[in-house]
């Protein structure tokens, strides 16, 4: 039910200061709301009662409870949806890297190439958002970028990433990394960055998804999802080639 925790992102400009704490409370860890009570919740995020009654009547719900009882309902429908693979041999593993290596590639042209370079030339600075997975990529491009002379920074602390989105300006980048193009934090960033007027570019791996809705430019390449247990291990190399390749063409 990721529509769920999309609503609760979209509705952040609707609360004052102190509700959208309660929010980013929400956001951040889901996993403790269950087994909390109201009291408990409020000196967990150092407000009162009354805001998170509030903030949880204005996201459209009766009240704390309420909000729990949904909340229990969409993590129960996340663990069901989740795809788990049964154990593969190393050849089919193989094949799988290769068809992600091919479907990148061939989505790769240099028109496309020309369009990311030509927002990334006009941008004073590039400011990289990715988390988990995504954030090595974002790591790896940053350190590139600066090397070719090219301010540019990629962050890992939530709370850096949120003050950075609300500090471009139109005159910069925001580049984002998302498999899924749904990650609820990803989405926050991208709906500040967007508030703001800073271009949008993002690096997605599944179409039809919010983040390039919000987005100025889309580079999308299906990247095959695969679980080892509870282990996300598809890989973001689709990403790492589109970025190399868009850095030699800046470079040159």
């Not at 949880?56 to 693979?85: A, I, M, N, P, T």
């Not at 799988?96 to 941008?123: F, G, P, T, V, W």
């Not at 920074?153 to 500090?167: E, G, I, S, V």
Request: with cysteine; hydrophobic share 35%.
């Amino acid at each position: 039910m990721q529509s769920f925790m999309k609503q609760l992102v979209q509705q952040r400009d609707k609360l004052s200061q102190l509700e959208k704490q309660v929010l980013n409370f929400f956001i951040r860890y889901p996993e403790k709301i269950d087994s909390l009570k109201l009291e408990d919740a409020a000196k967990e995020m150092y407000v009162s009662t009354a805001t998170i009654s509030r903030t949880c009547k204005k996201l459209g719900y009766q009240g704390f409870q309420d909000f729990k009882l949904q909340l229990k309902l969409y993590r129960h429908d996340v663990g069901d949806s989740k795809h788990h693979e049964p154990s593969a041999s190393l050849s089919a593993h193989i094949s799988r890297y290769e068809q992600d290596m091919h479907e990148a590639l061939k989505r790769i042209d240099e028109n496309l190439l020309k369009q990311a370079n030509s927002m990334i030339k006009r941008a004073k600075q590039i400011e990289w958002f990715g988390v988990g997975h995504s954030y090595s990529v974002c790591l790896d491009a940053s350190k590139k970028l600066i090397m070719l002379g090219k301010r540019s920074m990629a962050r890992t602390d939530w709370d850096d990433l949120r003050y950075a989105a609300l500090n471009l300006t139109k005159d910069d980048l925001a580049i984002f990394v998302s498999n899924s193009g749904e990650t609820l934090n990803i989405l926050e960033y991208a709906h500040l960055v967007k508030k703001q007027g800073t271009p949008i570019l993002s690096l997605v791996g599944t179409k039809h998804n919010r983040l390039s809705e919000l987005s100025d430019f889309v580079f999308y390449t299906p990247i095959k999802n695969y679980y080892h247990g509870e282990i996300d291990m598809c890989s973001r190399a689709p990403f790492n080639i589109f970025l190399d390749l868009l850095l030699l063409e800046y470079g040159s």
